[in-house]
């Protein structure tokens, strides 16, 4: 008998999954992509398509040609539910599919009703595909402007900070003039919280060369029209408001039943399976690794492919799936939009052209593997 392997979602994770079943299919599974998106963009490359450095599609897998390859099924539609007792994912237009074993990664949504006015003003760094798809009206918005363009960034992790920066030598590139655009970043807390002082030394010397105004510990309290309002009162002017704050998990997944984490993400245990249902599955950022969680960031979502597919792999030959636990640090490389980065690992740090190449040689060769 057939057994039904159903993906919902194409993050990071689920491209390597698509990857080593295509190469190596499992014998009586059939397996289904089901996706909002026919093309996922790679996170690690999205500063560079900003500033310039890649073209958008560079930076993008195509899901349906990976499937294709791989005789995957996909289907182009959105989850919005699942029927655990009929074992059927539910779809936005009305359709279902059935499983006998699901794997999860829809990504976050952008936490824009945490800030009042977010929504309707903000340009949510996540998903990734849909900041593309506004940085283009920015960059008319901003030819237009007649004055300088003043972009606030609100979030002070590495995402924020490295985005601003692409951001503004985009700007710079496009306008021609270095002071054509104003650039503010303002975080609830310090500065790249998760990282080393050394870090943070070296990218608060770098926003302040670029003339990056820092507001640390300065929680932003709602958003307007022109504007971003803080809670010590003040305000600083905006044309344009980037958000990088902590993402919102997919409000479908608390009619689901199954067990999550405070933040309403998908708890998972040390084999990526449901605290509460072994046939489900869950990766990438809308899932929480429970008593190893880690920061949401892409690269825990690429690692958790390999081990992702092993274990949906043992679990539809009815062996037992092995536990996998993230390391605990990682080699961070923050790309400053000026043909270097900051290397982050531990207490050390760096910065450089030639981190910038290192960093240039993984993306593309991660964005090839699933390209083929």
């Not at 496009?174 to 609830?188: I, R, W």
Request: proline residues 4%; contains cysteine; glycine residues 14%.
């Amino acid at each position: 008998m057939t057994r039904r392997l159903v993906l919902l979602g194409g993050g990071h994770a689920h491209v390597h999954v698509l990857d080593a079943f295509g190469r190596r299919p499992e014998a009586g599974v059939q397996v289904t992509l089901v996706s909002r998106d026919a093309d996922t963009a790679y996170s690690g490359m999205l500063p560079g398509v900003v500033a310039g450095v890649y073209g958008g599609a560079e930076a993008h897998v195509n899901l349906e040609r990976l499937c294709a390859a791989g005789g995957i099924e996909f289907i182009h539609a959105t989850a919005m539910g699942i029927d655990r007792d009929g074992r059927r994912a539910l779809l936005a237009d009305g359709r279902s599919v059935g499983y006998d074993v699901l794997s999860v990664d829809v990504g976050i949504e952008p936490a824009t009703d945490a800030i009042p006015g977010a929504r309707e003003h903000a340009i949510a760094a996540k998903p990734i595909g849909r900041f593309l798809d506004r940085f283009d009206r920015l960059l008319a918005d901003a030819a237009a402007a007649g004055r300088p363009f003043r972009i606030a960034m609100v979030g002070g992790g590495a995402g924020g900070v490295e985005l601003l920066l692409a951001v503004q030598s985009r700007l710079r590139q496009e306008l021609g003039d270095a002071d054509g655009v104003q650039c503010m970043l303002a975080t609830a807390g310090p500065l790249l919280a998760t990282h080393d002082g050394r870090v943070r030394g070296l990218l608060r010397r770098i926003l302040q060369e670029r003339g990056v105004a820092v507001h640390e510990n300065r929680p932003a309290v709602s958003v307007e029209a022109d504007a971003v309002c803080f809670a010590d009162g003040g305000q600083e002017s905006a044309d344009a408001v980037l958000l990088a704050t902590n993402g919102a998990a997919p409000g479908w997944l608390r009619s689901t039943g199954l067990a999550l984490d405070e933040g309403g993400f998908l708890a998972v245990g040390p084999t990526l399976q449901s605290l509460s249902d072994v046939a489900v599955f869950a990766a990438g950022d809308c899932a929480a690794l429970i008593g190893n969680q880690r920061e949401k960031a892409g690269v825990y979502a690429v690692r958790a492919g390999p081990p992702l597919a092993r274990n949906l792999r043992a679990v539809l030959r009815g062996e037992e799936p092995r536990s996998w636990s993230p390391q605990a640090r990682h080699l961070a490389l923050i790309s400053t939009g000026d043909g270097r980065a900051v290397a982050s690992w531990g207490p050390l740090a760096a910065e450089g052209a030639l981190l910038w190449r290192l960093k240039d040689r993984i993306d593309r060769g991660w964005i090839a593997r699933y390209r083929r």
